[in-house]
């Protein structure tokens, strides 16, 4: 069996963009402002970059089909560059092509970038796209709240928890993001908000309220990947090393037959298994330092937190009331402001916790550091609870 | 004989308040059936025809005034909605409010099984009398050599009289003067329909016991049968009460009622009428399957308490629902032929180890299976069901928010995404039982086109007038 990627990849520089509604700035600028500041991390010119993937998941319209956009922007000098869209999970899946094209020798520095351009749609929410003409004649077209307010339904049947505590801790979630948020110089959303006005807000899809889902945003990120050796050539004496990458993509199971009870997204857990095999982590509950999950909805992050096998069965509720997730908790959750307050450009989010975890290991996270940071995990999640990618990565430093 | 009326009722009364200060006469008893935003003559026929395919048929007839495609044969996509063998004959009957029963007429002298089905969703004009006076719905006979009526007789008669029309030009009704309809339409159409029927029925006028009669206007058929000296009921007045005026479906759905009370022995009158009359006497023989359903059927239903989301409905009210509302859905017509009967038919497939699922694939989706299998086909239309998982969401574009959705299993293995459709008042909520309703799925107002598919509804529906 294959051994995976572990430290096999070092992350030299990353960038991000300041995610929002940047009204001032199209997608090839977004790109640009997130690629500088990688080089620049790197230390590295742009023409040591032999491959690229970029990632871009929604709009065709606002960035251009094809991975033209990039190389177009970003003046690469005629490489290799795939785009990839993989949803919500499109960042993290441009990572994982760098990297796999890194540790597999096939080069030696690649870039993987993520850019997404929605504010031009002229409203929020997701754009609403062809699930594909056999299927338009069928499928529904629900909004993406939509797909994951059924997560808390069939949690609260699975696991008898009373809906109004389950509404309270999703309430929470959405709290604690907004404190960090605050914290976070490039988030879209930096105010905090109070649970009551959590609580009061008005409904988008049953049960979430306005609070209980992220926006989404202008942002691009990135990450230049190479191998350890020429990472410390490049003068980085520990490089942060990527640990695990998995990503899983439903078959239909979830949706089509009947064994799933609807209350959590299996392809987390399956990709937190291989992730934490391939990693070699035991016991993530006590070897993560930080989590940056794929909290598009509050009821999304709190599934996560046991789909991760960081809370037990039924369990996750009281832990995030407890405050285990907070920024000064056992797990610290979205120390940046997750996908809730800091943004969700769609295709540069899984880059966006990379950003975050990256820096945070390297003690580079200003207030928002933590003080112990040796292993972080980011859970990037695409689709619906019902027909998702979920991508788990984890990075640490080499030695 | 089946019967639909849809889930919502304006009240009449309600909505003439609202118009008062315009001074323009309108019906106030009563209750006008509104379809749902889903709704169509196509769905409706269906609801209506679902119950009578036992076995198929050797034809269908739709008839309809209000079809939405002029060029498209909509028989055939009621018998793909049945699942019916293509082998079954199938026709559409239009341009008439008579015209379901001369189809029926025409499926009784052919003296073969054949169900005719006949739906309604006529355009109106705000302020118009019938914009409160007509509803929309549907009902079906099947015919053959056995049931609980036969026909004893019947006469029928053309007249190019235009108490009232719609045309391109003139979508919404365009009616004359009421007294000079009534004059004419009794003694000239009406009466002598009858009057030949049960002649050729060998019965006296009086001897009917029940009457479903369509009028042309209000006090035709008192008129009538004062004329003839028949006393019976005249059974379209109550569906006129409850849902309005069906246009096509309406006589047949007064026959299902009238034939649901009458006794073994009783005569009972089919009047239909539009530029002419088909008169049909009908004896009952005994019990006629379905009719008793029609009856509850009229009686089930919500009052729609909102002048304004009934204009909506109805179309006499154009909202800016906003740049969210800005797409397009284009069903292309090769995957329609690859895919679409299965579609509308929710034809599933059964696997080598019993296990169904929806839509049929090459590798079973049960995950013991390895390798690609041929499914059985296995219909899902007429099965129940549990929520599994459900929102109602508020963000996405729907003519009639929320739009509620949510992951629907079915006994046998199958599980699908389904809309919801016929929101009770509580919403719903995982663990709710539901049943199959054919609805659209998808409009394409520029392109003129649209696709259907099957929602899950709620299992009953309350009785008009309950809280």
């Known amino acids: 069996m294959a051994g995976g990627i572990k430290d096999k990849v070092a992350i030299v ?54 991975a033209l956009p990039a190389p177009h922007a970003l003046r690469l000098p005629n490489v290799p560059v795939t785009r990839v869209e993989n949803m919500c999970a499109t960042g993290t899946e441009a990572l994982r092509g760098a990297a796999y094209a890194v540790a597999s020798g096939a080069v030696d520095v690649a870039l993987a970038i993520g850019v ?119 003068g980085k004496a520990d490089p942060v090393t990527i640990k695990a990458i998995q990503l899983c993509a439903s078959n239909g199971w979830e949706m089509q037959f009947g064994e799933w009870d609807g209350s959590s997204v299996p392809n987390t857990r399956l990709a937190a298994a291989r992730a934490y095999a391939e990693a070699g982590i035991r016991d993530p509950r006590a070897e993560l330092d930080l989590i940056e999950v794929h909290d598009c909805f509050s009821i999304t992050e709190l599934v996560i937190m046991e789909d991760l096998g960081l809370s037990d069965a039924g369990r996750a509720p009281a832990d995030i009331l407890d405050g285990r997730y907070d920024r000064d908790g056992a797990i610290p959750c979205q120390l940046d402001g997750g996908l809730k307050c800091f943004g969700h450009p769609v295709g540069a989010t899984g880059l966006r916790m990379v950003y975050e975890v990256y820096n945070q290991l390297q003690g580079r996270a200003g207030e928002r550091q933590r003080a112990t940071a040796d292993f972080g995990l980011t859970h990037n999640l695409g689709g619906s609870p019902y027909n998702s990618v979920a991508a788990v990565a984890i990075l640490g430093r080499q030695n | ?216 206007v209000g006090g035709c058929w008192k008129a009538v049968a004062g004329k003839l000296r028949i006393a019976a009921p005249n059974h379209c007045d109550r569906v006129a009460e409850l849902a309005g005026d069906l246009g096509a479906a309406h006589p047949l759905y007064g026959l299902g009622l009238a034939l649901d009370v009458a006794a073994v022995g009783e005569f009972v009158l089919l009047l239909g009428f539009g530029n002419g009359a088909d008169a049909l006497v009908f004896e009952k023989l005994g019990e006629v399957a379905g009719a008793a359903a029609m009856a509850r059927e009229l009686g089930g239903g919500v009052a729609l308490a909102s002048p304004t989301r009934f204009l909506s409905l109805v179309g006499a009210l154009d909202l800016d629902w906003g740049m969210r509302a800005e797409f397009e859905q284009k069903a292309q017509a090769t995957v329609l032929e690859r895919v679409g009967r299965e579609m509308i038919g929710f034809l599933g497939g059964r696997d080598s180890t019993g296990n169904v699922q929806f ?102 529906r309350p009785r008009l007038g309950d809280a």
């Not at chain 1, 690629?35 to 491959?51: K, P, Q, V």
């Not at chain 2, 694939?361 to 459900?390: C, H, K, Q, T, Y």
């Not at chain 2, 929320?402 to 199958?414: E, I, K, M, R, S």
Request: charged fraction near 20%; aromatic fraction near 6%.
């Open chain 1, 13 to 66: 520089g990353m960038g991000c963009a300041r995610f929002g509604e940047r009204w001032e700035v199209g997608a090839d600028g977004l790109m640009v402002e997130a690629f500088t500041e990688a080089l620049t991390d790197a230390g590295i010119a742009r023409a040591r970059i032999e491959a690229a993937w970029v990632g871009n998941a929604l709009d065709d319209i606002n960035v251009g089909n094809s």
């Open chain 1, 116 to 234: 997404e351009k929605l504010k031009d749609t002229g409203y929020g929410g997701l754009p609403l796209r062809t699930k594909g003409l056999h299927n338009d004649l069928w499928m529904p077209y629900g909004s993406a709240p939509g797909t994951f307010a059924q997560l808390a339904g069939a949690y609260v049947a699975r696991h008898g928890v009373d809906a109004a505590d389950l509404k309270r801790a999703m309430a929470h979630v959405s709290w604690k993001s907004h404190q960090n948020g605050v914290l976070s110089p490039k988030a879209h959303l930096r105010n905090a908000v109070d649970m009551d006005k959590i609580l009061g807000a008005p409904l988008i899809a049953d049960p979430l309220g306005l609070f209980d889902c992220c926006g989404v945003s202008d942002g691009a990120a990135c990450a230049i990947v190479t191998t350890p050796e020429i990472a410390r050539e490049l």
């Open chain 2, 359 to 460: 839509p049929k694939s090459a590798f079973p989706v049960n995950p013991a299976l390895g390798a690609p299998e041929v499914l059985e086909d296995v219909r899902l239309a007429e099965l129940e069901a549990r929520v599994l998982s459900i929102t109602a969401d508020r963000l996405n574009f729907t003519p009639d928010p929320p739009f509620d959705f949510g992951l629907v299993q079915f006994d046998n293995g199958a599980r699908v995404l389904m809309e919801m459709t016929d929101r009770p008042a509580a919403g719903f909520a995982v663990g709710d039982r539901v049943r199959m309703r054919l609805r659209v799925k998808s409009l394409n107002p520029r392109l003129g086109f649209r696709t259907w598919f099957w929602k899950a509804a709620p299992l009953d």
């Open chain 2, 1 to 216: 004989m089946g019967g639909y009326v849809p889930l919502l009722r304006a009240d009449r009364k309600a909505l003439a308040r609202e118009l008062s200060w315009s001074g323009l006469g309108m019906p106030r008893a009563g209750y006008r059936a509104v379809a749902g935003w889903d709704e169509d003559p196509v769905t409706m026929a269906v609801e209506a025809g679902r119950g009578l395919i036992a076995s198929a048929p050797a034809a269908l007839r739709f008839a309809s005034t209000s079809a939405y495609f002029t060029d498209r044969l909509q028989a055939g996509i009621v018998l793909d909605a049945l699942a019916l063998p293509r082998s079954v004959r199938t026709a559409d009957c239009a341009n008439s409010r008579r015209a379901a029963t001369g189809a029926l007429l025409d499926a009784l002298l052919a003296g073969a099984a054949e169900v005719v089905v006949a739906a309604e969703q006529r355009s109106t004009q705000a302020g118009s009398a019938a914009h409160l006076a007509y509803g929309d719905g549907a009902a079906a006979v099947r015919t053959g050599d056995a049931g609980g009526a036969r026909l004893a007789g019947h006469a029928s008669l053309s007249h190019d009289l235009v108490d009232r029309y719609a045309s391109r030009g003139h979508p919404a009704p365009y009616a004359y003067e009421e007294r000079f309809v009534r004059d004419v339409a009794v003694p000239q159409v009406m009466v002598p329909a009858v009057r030949e029927a049960c002649a050729a029925a060998g019965i006296a006028p009086d001897r009917i016991a029940h009457v479903a009669a369509a009028e042309p």
